[in-house]
């Protein structure tokens, strides 16, 4: 049975074959650790890293790479941000659309003195940024939202939001791209975006175990790093260096991964934002098409359009829980889905379909067209039985 991999929004696959050959390449010709000796093999491990940050530094048009923080994954520079910029007495904004990666943090936070508002998002997801707008307070420091849904796919208006936020003096603005990095355009300064967090494993075609945080200049003096200890650069003093990137970056930094992030930003350059977005919109359409042709049993949750939202559909099938008709799309057709509430309950409420959660077919630019009509075949041989 052929295998159709529709869980992207997870993480992507298959990944480009570079990113595999230069993660063997650093290991069998590299293998050290960058900046914490003098010798060659650790200085060309730190043009690796060096390379990444200025891959995904032009990727997203900031102007220095070295605002580029190098992290695990977006969860860690969210975490960042949030613990890190937040203190009791202070006021974050953020939506109901959010990822436990933003809401745990927050509600952490709120725990401990700091006043968290939730701004409501339409039954498809949609942020209304005049609503947003009206929650600013004076003591707003942080608004942190996501660009889209990993539930939905709904694409939110962070460029609208961002030119509010930066109307108000003090206020930093987060965007939480683990969705769109890679998969739709991100431009920091257009958009007015202070702070951005990105994973490599997804859209960026890289090794999970990788991610980044833009950080603009000066912003690091209002940001305690969430964890220190050596650098490999002022090792003469016991204090956490102050600049960036070192500031965020203590340990041994996953060079190997980001070897392979480089091979995944390179593919995206090869093909550009704009054809993996239009292939990912075809697909996508066809499937919604396809869907709302034959399974008048099936519900789709969010826009249900591919020009406003990504390749991430969630549904559900009248009389069969998600978790039933995820498995039966395994057994039978050798689809591999996410049913569940995908690490955001709070989207789910949103939809009004918590506690059980969706069906989620997200879509990726690997998948071939006929991919898009065989699942949706799939749903209506599921309501056949």
């Given at each position: ?376 075949d799939a749903v209506r041989d599921l309501l056949k039985g």
């Open positions: 049975m052929k295998m159709i991999y529709l869980d992207n929004a997870a993480t992507s696959f298959p990944k480009p074959p570079a990113m595999m050959e230069e993660m063997n390449a650093f290991q069998r010709e590299i293998g050290a650790n960058p900046g914490r000796s003098g010798h060659g093999r650790s200085i060309d491990a730190g043009r690796v890293l060096y390379e990444a940050r200025e891959a995904l530094a032009a990727l997203f048009n900031i102007d220095d790479p070295l605002s580029v923080v190098l992290t695990k994954n977006s969860t860690e520079a969210l975490n960042i941000v949030l613990l890190g910029a937040l203190a009791p007495g202070d006021h974050v904004v953020t939506t109901s659309m959010e990822h436990n990666s933003v809401m745990r943090p927050l509600r952490y936070l709120a725990s401990r003195g700091v006043c968290l508002s939730v701004i409501g998002c339409s039954p498809q997801g949609e942020l209304d940024p005049a609503d947003l707008q009206k929650a600013l307070r004076k003591n707003t420091k942080v608004v942190v939202m996501t660009h889209a849904s990993n539930v939905t796919g709904t694409i939110q208006p962070v460029a609208e939001v961002g030119r509010i936020v930066r109307e108000r003096e003090g206020v930093m603005f987060c965007v939480d791209a683990a969705q769109t990095a890679g998969a739709l355009p991100i431009d920091v300064e257009q958009m007015n975006i202070d702070l951005l967090a990105v994973t490599g494993h997804k859209s960026l075609y890289g090794p999970q175990g990788t991610g980044a945080l833009f950080i603009r200049k000066g912003l690091e003096k209002k940001i305690a790093p969430l964890m220190m200890g050596g650098t490999g650069s002022r090792s003469e003093f016991e204090i956490q260096p102050d600049f960036l990137p070192d500031k965020y970056e203590s340990g041994t930094p996953n060079a190997l991964g980001f070897a392979g992030l480089c091979a995944g930003l390179k593919f995206i350059a090869g093909h550009s934002i704009a054809a993996v977005r239009e292939k990912e919109k075809q697909i996508t359409a066809a499937f919604l098409k396809r869907l709302y042709d034959g399974c008048p049993e099936a519900t789709v949750y969010g826009p249900a359009d591919a020009d406003r939202q990504t390749a991430v559909v969630s549904f559900t099938v009248r009389g069969v829980t998600p978790s039933d008709a995820a498995l039966h799309f395994e057994e039978k057709y050798g689809i591999l889905c996410r049913p569940g509430l995908h690490c955001a309950p709070s989207a789910h409420r949103t939809l009004g379909t918590f506690p059980q959660g969706t069906v989620r077919f997200s879509f990726g630019f690997f998948n071939a067209p006929g991919d898009a009509a065989m699942a949706a």
